[in-house]
């Protein structure tokens, strides 16, 4: 038992303030019990934070701001490199990446081909919401972004007020990504991104 929390402790007093730590990440020192145990006993001596189940933060502090938490993005592709599985924002999450809303999702969701799970973080949830390979085909993140607008907004709802601030970001795509991954797209998507980015 102390050889597995030594080995733990030390993993955990190399890494960076600010690190993600995940239980699983010290399976090859013991067993899951005496993990959880040295876990509970370093938040419990505030050297590591709790954020959700089974997953904790090195706590990095700022004197104004105190404990500085992860962003969702980040949780998420930490989450991601965990199960070794893509992810993708969706819905309103895509339309506050792209600067099209100012409120913050409270309960982002993700398109994932790894295991569809929510993590609770206090009072916010992450949602991994399984999908087919062929929802990862565009790769390009700022052309999967445009693309989950779009969708999240809806064909009858696409007002010029919408296609006038989302152009800023369609003027930003390469020729090549919307040559090789636009045809990925709904029909009606291709064609208002066509459209708006020929006006450059």
Do not use: C
């Amino acid at each position: 038992m102390e050889s597995i929390a030594w080995k733990i402790e030390n993993a955990i007093s190399k890494s960076t303030k600010g690190k993600i730590f995940f239980a699983e990440d010290f399976v090859r020192f013991g067993s899951s019990d005496n993990i959880r145990q040295i876990l509970f006993r370093l938040e419990q001596e505030g050297r590591i934070e709790r954020i959700a189940h089974g997953i904790y933060l090195k706590p990095k502090t700022d004197k104004l701001l105190g404990t500085l938490y992860p962003t969702v993005e980040e949780l998420g592709q930490e989450i991601a490199r965990r199960d070794k599985a893509r992810i993708a924002p969706t819905g309103v999450f895509a339309l506050y990446q792209l600067g099209l809303t100012t409120q913050i999702p409270l309960n982002p969701v993700y398109l994932t081909d790894g295991a569809p799970r929510d993590i609770k973080i206090g009072k916010r949830k992450i949602k991994f919401k399984r999908t087919v390979p062929k929802s990862f085909a565009i790769k390009d993140p700022l052309l999967h972004l445009v693309v989950q607008a779009f969708k999240e907004i809806g064909q009858k709802n696409t007002s010029p007020l919408f296609l006038n601030k989302i152009q800023k970001s369609i003027l930003k795509l390469d020729q090549k990504v919307l040559d090789s991954q636009l045809r990925f797209a709904p029909v009606w998507i291709q064609k208002q991104i066509i459209n708006l980015y020929n006006q450059k």
